[in-house]
Every structure is written in C-alpha cells, then in structure tokens.
C-alpha cells in the first residue's frame, strides 16, 4: 500500500505525524509524495490562524484529487467538522485524541480495510507499550516517533494544555493538559539512541505542564534527568517553555551537555497591560529577569520568542512598549504573527480590533527587528566549535543543525565520513549572504 502523510503546524503535529509514518513503513507500507497517488492519504491540520484552517482546506481539497481514501485529523478537524464534510462527504474524519491508535487499528480495526492483502495484520500490529524498567530490552521493538529520513527523534511528552490564553483556540482543540507515563518516555528515548538518533525533541502542546496530572506527580526537569541516566549518547532538544516554568534544575539542566543550548520562551507582548488582555500568566520583567539570566549563565545560548501583533486593543503606545522592549532583551530570533481572530475565544468578542494594514506593518517591523536578533548573532559564531547533527549528505551539499539551533553548510567533508544523523563537532569558518558555512572536525 501507497501512503502520504501531511503535517501542518507545530512540533506536536510533527511527532504524531513520525509516528505514524514508522507504523506504516515498519509494516511494509511505502511511504509517497501526494503527486504519486497514494492509497490513503492522512492530513494533520492545524488551527492555530485563518490562515493555517485556509491551508488545511486547501490540502485536503488537493489531497481528494491525488488520493484514494483522505484521513483528516489535527485541531483544524477537531473544531470544523462539518465545515471539512461540506468540502466533500467522503472525508474520514479522525478525532485528535484517537488519531494514534486509529491508525494503527487498536481503537477501529476496519480503518485499514483498503482491498490490500494483510490489512487485518496491519491493523492489530500495534506499537509496543514500554512501560518497564528493561529500557534496553525493549528499545529495539519500539516503534519510535520517527522515520528514515528524519535527523532527530520526537519525543511527544504530552498533549493540551491547562491554561486559557484569551486568542488561543488550541486548548479546545487539544484539551486539558495529559502527561505520557515517565517510563514510556524514557524507553522511547532510549529506543532512538539504540536505532542511531543523536538528538530527541521533548514535544507537546505545553512541555511545562509535563506531569503535573500524574500520580505521583513529576515535573520536566526529573523527565529530563531520568532519560539522561538511562541513555549514554543522546542529545535533548527542549521545544518551548513558558518563563515562569524554568526552575533552578532546568537552568542547571540546560548546562549539560548533552542538553542542547537552545530555548523558545513564548512573550506575546512586551506591554504588561496587554498581556492581562490575553490572560498571560507572566509581566515582561519575569521574561527579561529569565532570558538575560539564561544569556549570562549559559555560553552562546540562542533564545527564541513568539510575538502577536495588533491585538485587540494594542495602541500605537502598546506597540511601540513592546517594541523597545525586545529590542532591551537577549533574543536571538523572533517568531512574528498578526492577531488572527479565532471564534470560540474570549478575543474573539473584545472590542477595538485592529486594522489588517495596521497589523501587517507592526509584523514587517518585528520581523525586520528579528533579522538584526540573528544578524548579531551570528556574526560571533565563527571561529566556534559547536556540535551539530547532520541532517542531509548528498554527496554534494552537507548541511548541519547546530547545537544552538543554527543551519551551517559543512566543507572540506571528503576525509570524514559523516553521514545522515552523524553527530558531530564542527568550527564555524564564516558567514557571508546571511549564511553560515564550516568544517567538521570529528564524529562524536
């Protein structure tokens, strides 16, 4: 059987959709581009913007004209179900808290019942439970969140999320924050270091939140620290956390060295009396108090942010607060979006919303202000030596992911034989056309 799977949307999405590809190539499925007309097609949506519902519109539009069966699931299907069945009623829609086990037919058996021989097999091959102490054991049965042609592992920690942003339509999408059991991640953590992964990503909705619902309770950093007592190479990417989630552990977690030296710490606004408006849990001091602590204590972290523009409400006054303000912060890049109004959120109904021209111009402004952040600050990256996996070698052009979360295009490669996934220790040599390029030096 042909399949395709696309994933919109965050890291979250990301993981769910490696998941699935590596439950249906481990069962001898083959995995194709949409253009090769697969017998199902499965389309992860996303929700987040107008725009991320009109994409996913437009793929499954694309997807019915390609593909024979079209799975819909992700939080766009999640809040839009009859607008999905009025594109076209033979779309299966599969809910988001069920999309693992659909497909690999624990929960519907008959999903996979696509006139291939062997279906039924396929249907009750399931991922192996890893809930045991023998995390090595286990490790080679484990059906990872990953695939063949990925570069690092994602690690889906847990799943929605407790608080209530007031623009945010996710937490309808996604629900109340759900923690995987310790033991599960850790075996699975260990399971892609024994299968060649260097890097895992911890993913989820809401990282922070991690097993606060779990009983006993357990917090990311003691995540964090068991996954590296049971693993020997594998390095740990943290995805995003809110400021007032980094505790004293994970500023000393984020020190070793097999952590990456990498954070996105979500601000959404740089004016306090705007955050109230959006129901954010921190002031822009708790945000500056942590980012300059994180650039002080850790040697050439790179720190990343999100920013909504034009809020309803947010004054030229607002605007111009948040701008000065991340502009008096450490930050390395910014991700920049325009307000988009979402029904079902408390924004949705506020008063003084703003002008789409208005908004665009703020994001041109942060986005500029975002292109000097990396400017800087990769202008100090040559002459480091940075580890970084390799995420694609073909014979020609070798690019690497840093430590730091930087693309470098690798030279001089012919008497080391990297190759795809190689952890690695390079020297930056120079950044010319916004560009980085260097040499590895060894294979870690």
């Known amino acids: ?26 069962n001898s499925h083959k995995a194709v581009s949409l253009e090769e007309h697969p017998d199902i097609c499965i ?51 599969v809910r988001n808290n069920e999309k693992i086990d659909f497909f690999r037919g624990s929960a519907t058996p008959s999903v996979m019942g696509l006139a291939t021989p062997g279906v039924m097999e396929l249907a009750t091959s399931g991922i192996m439970e890893l809930a045991t102490s023998e995390v090595m054991e286990n490790a080679e049965k484990s059906a990872l969140s990953t695939s063949a042609t990925r570069s690092r592992a994602f690690l889906k920690i847990q799943d929605g999320c407790n608080w209530k942003c007031s623009y945010c339509i996710i937490t309808k999408a996604r629900g109340a924050s759900i923690s995987s059991p310790k033991t599960d ?8 270091e024994y299968n060649g992964f260097n ?9 922070g939140q ?45 020190k070793e060295d097999r952590v990456c030296k990498h954070i996105h710490i979500p601000v959404q606004s740089g004016d306090d009396e705007i955050l109230s408006l959006m129901n954010r849990p921190h002031k822009i001091e708790k945000f500056r108090e942590i ?17 909504i523009v034009g809020f309803p409400g947010e004054t030229d006054a607002h605007f111009e607060n948040t701008y000065r303000f991340l502009q008096s912060t450490p930050l390395t890049y910014l991700h920049v979006f325009p307000y988009s109004k979402r029904k079902g959120t408390a924004a949705f109904n506020m008063s003084n919303h703003i002008a789409k021209n208005i908004k665009k111009e703020r994001a041109l402004r942060l986005r500029a202000l975002s292109e000097d952040f990396k400017d800087s600050y990769m202008k100090k990256q040559p002459g480091r030596t940075l580890k970084a996996i390799v995420e694609s070698n073909d014979g020609a052009l070798v690019l690497a992911t840093t430590d730091n979360y930087l693309k470098v295009t690798l030279q001089n490669v012919a008497n080391i034989p990297i190759k795809h996934k190689s952890l690695i220790n390079l020297i930056v040599t120079a950044y010319t056309n916004n560009s980085l390029t260097g040499s590895p030096i060894n294979i870690i």
């Open 291 to 307: 980012t300059e602590r994180l650039n002080r204590e850790i040697e050439n972290i790179s720190i990343g942010t999100d920013v």
């Open 43 to 93: 389309i992860n949506t996303c929700t987040v913007t107008a725009k991320s519902d009109y994409q996913s519109r437009q793929l499954i539009r694309r997807a019915l004209n390609l593909s024979g069966r079209v799975f819909v699931t992700g939080c766009y299907s999640e809040l839009n179900k009859s607008e999905i069945m009025q594109i076209d009623s033979k779309i299966e829609i």
């Open 210 to 254: 991690y097993g606060l619902d779990l009983k006993p309770k357990v917090t990311l950093s003691i995540l964090i620290e068991n996954i590296l007592q049971k693993t020997k190479k594998i390095r740990l990417r943290i995805s995003s956390l809110e400021a007032g989630e980094l505790d004293e552990r994970l500023f000393e977690l984020l």
């Open 1 to 26: 059987m042909k399949f395709s799977i696309i994933s919109l949307g965050c890291k979250t999405n990301q993981s769910e959709t490696a998941t699935l590809e590596r439950f249906f190539q481990e």
């Open 185 to 192: 991640i850790v075996a699975e953590a260990a399971a892609a």
């Open 199 to 207: 890097e895992a990503v911890l993913t989820g909705i809401h990282i």
